[in-house]
């Protein structure tokens, strides 16, 4: 079947993370979600009613593309299969943006279906380099790297993680999408500082940005929280977000709701609030 | 300070990730957490870190199963499907990374485990959920119009052979799964005598964006069978008529051109071919 795929470009408008229960409401209305993001394992397969309804929603927005499973820091390289299948749904949809993480969750043929933490090394550095170059040119896209939220930090990392996530763009010239929810869990639970972890992201490399809720959890006498985005974007996140649009200019944001997944009202109004934070940016930015 | 290199670390995180109990390779990988605190709790602290990731990975994958099986969850309860839901993850965590072929092996596996042994029908309803699901997310194809074959000579007829919808699954079970299927859809399920029920030939598919669940008789069954083998009309209606007398079933002549009606009539094919 053909399709007119319009508007293929991401706008740096307010996007959500697309969930089969909000199908039909997001065909029955409008609203001021401009665009929507995908996770690229959930639609590895031939057909049926969630690629019915995909290419529906494709046909009247622009489509992000973001995977949970290439496993960018592993060891020994990439899994072609699940190069081969993120290929096929690229070549089917058309995504503006595709998107993997600054992560590793495959050990030899194990899938461990979690976003797991790397240590900050040398060797670190050039296994991501290496795999998300040869992803780049399996796939023939630049991709965007999310930086993680996590629970330890190992104490042997050579890196910060801001410094390890430039440097990986840089050299592998990929783009990064900025978790600000994670910046903000990663900076509660290890105590660094949110705000200058974003100074030190160039504006230049920022192609997205996420936002997400995560739980608060007791650890011993203390907190930690859990990216687990199954809530509303909290107060704290909102302002580092709005500290964040002032340094690097608008970007293209999504709302992730993965887990506890709310109304439609409930998660397009997450989204209204970030249309608003920039369209209110772009405006002062006018003026 | 220790280090590891990368493969090192991400051997020693599968394996602690996935193992049931915490071992002195878990206090070696612990032991590279940078601990703020000097104290005693540290160890602790560790450890409650290191069970966010191992919860989330065992987590995770054990509620994609009950997803994937919820009568089987219903039948056996929350409790005892979790604990070998666990137990399956551990032992058979998925081999690539989307999820949506993902667990075929609980099927035999809810068999095999201890508690639920007796319950002796589980592995065919495991299985009848695991083949819904394939064919939920299956490739799409629009069904023929049986009045096409007008255009096939009488005569040769009994040489075509079709080609199925992909998400077509046939299944025969001595148990009514197809009835306890339906019944544990409902909110309260109705008690199914199984002293006195038969076995069921049943059909899987998807109709456009709508699954369908359909139970054939023996002999009509058995000429789907064959029909999905690419054997032609004839092929197939001799091995049912052999299939018959084998088995002392009633099988007249005549009920081939009714028995292929109604599978025309359940739209799952969707091409045609003539062999002379």
């Not at chain 1, 031939?46 to 995977?67: C, E, M, N, T, V």
């Not at chain 1, 998107?99 to 296994?127: F, I, K, Q």
């Not at chain 1, 002032?246 to 998660?267: A, F, H, R, S, Y």
């Not at chain 2, 049912?240 to 599978?263: F, H, I, P, T």
Request: charged content about 20%; some cysteine.
């Amino acid at each position: 079947m053909m399709t007119n795929f319009q508007c293929k470009s991401i706008p740096a408008l307010a996007g959500v993370g697309l969930k089969p229960q909000h199908f039909q409401s997001i065909l029955a209305q409008n609203s001021h979600v401009s665009w929507f993001e995908i996770h690229a394992e959930n639609y590895m397969s031939a057909g049926g009613p969630f690629h019915h309804y995909l290419q529906l929603i494709r046909d009247k927005y622009p489509l992000s593309i973001h995977g949970v499973g290439l496993s960018l820091g592993s060891f020994d390289g990439l899994c072609q299969r699940q190069l081969d299948e993120l290929k096929v749904l690229i070549d089917r949809y058309e995504p503006g943006l595709v998107s993997e993480h600054l992560s590793w969750s495959r050990h030899g043929h194990n899938n461990l279906n979690d976003l797991l933490p790397m240590p900050y090394t040398d060797e670190s550095l050039s296994t991501f380099v290496s795999n998300i170059s040869s992803a780049q040119d399996f796939l023939n896209k630049q991709i965007l790297i999310e930086n993680p939220s996590s629970y330890f930090e190992l104490n042997y990392n050579k890196y910060s993680e801001d410094e390890f996530l430039v440097a990986v763009a840089k050299q592998s010239g990929c783009q990064i999408l900025l978790d600000i929810n994670n910046v903000y869990v990663s900076a509660k639970n290890h105590g660094f500082d949110a705000k200058s972890y974003i100074d030190n992201i160039p504006s230049s490399l920022i192609g997205e940005i996420h936002l997400a809720g995560h739980s608060v959890q007791s650890l011993l006498s203390g907190e930690i929280r859990i990216d687990d985005h199954g809530s509303m974007v909290c107060d704290e996140v909102w302002a580092l977000y709005q500290y964040t649009l002032d340094k690097v200019g608008t970007k293209p944001t999504l709302i992730e709701w993965d887990t506890n997944v709310p109304d439609w009202q409930v998660l397009s109004s997450q989204a209204r609030i970030a249309h608003q934070h920039l369209t209110s940016h772009s405006q002062e930015a006018l003026s | 300070m220790a280090s590891l290199n990368l493969q090192q670390f991400q051997q020693l995180m599968n394996d602690n990730l996935l193992s049931s109990q915490l071992d002195s390779s878990s206090d070696e990988l612990m032991a590279l957490f940078n601990n703020k605190q000097s104290n005693d709790e540290s160890n602790e602290e560790a450890n409650l870190r290191l069970a966010i990731y191992r919860n989330n990975v065992i987590h995770s994958l054990s509620s994609a199963m009950g997803d994937l099986y919820p009568v089987v969850k219903k039948l056996i309860g929350e409790g005892c499907f979790n604990a070998a839901a666990i137990e399956f993850v551990r032992n058979k965590p998925p081999q690539h990374a989307a999820l949506l072929h993902y667990g075929r092996e609980f099927c035999h596996f809810i068999g095999e485990f201890e508690p639920c042994k007796t319950l002796t029908f589980l592995p065919d309803v495991a299985l009848l959920e695991f083949e819904y699901n394939q064919a939920y997310h299956s490739g799409d194809a629009h069904p023929f119009s049986p009045h096409s074959l007008g255009s096939v000579p009488p005569d040769e007829l009994g040489h075509v052979t079709f080609t199925c919808h992909p998400s077509l699954r046939l299944m025969r079970s001595q148990w009514p799964i197809d009835d306890i299927w339906h019944e544990n859809q409902k909110e309260q399920p109705s008690v199914i005598n199984l002293d006195e029920s038969n076995g069921v030939c049943l059909l899987v598919y998807r109709l456009g964006l709508t699954m369908q669940l359909v139970s054939l008789d023996e002999n009509c069954f058995v000429l789907l069978e064959h029909l999905t083998q690419s054997n032609t009309i004839n092929q197939s209606w001799s091995q049912v008529v052999e299939a018959a007398n084998k088995q002392q079933r009633q099988l007249d002549a005549e009920e081939l051109s009714g028995m292929l009606g109604y599978l025309f009539s359940l739209d799952i094919f969707t091409t045609f071919e003539v062999n002379v």
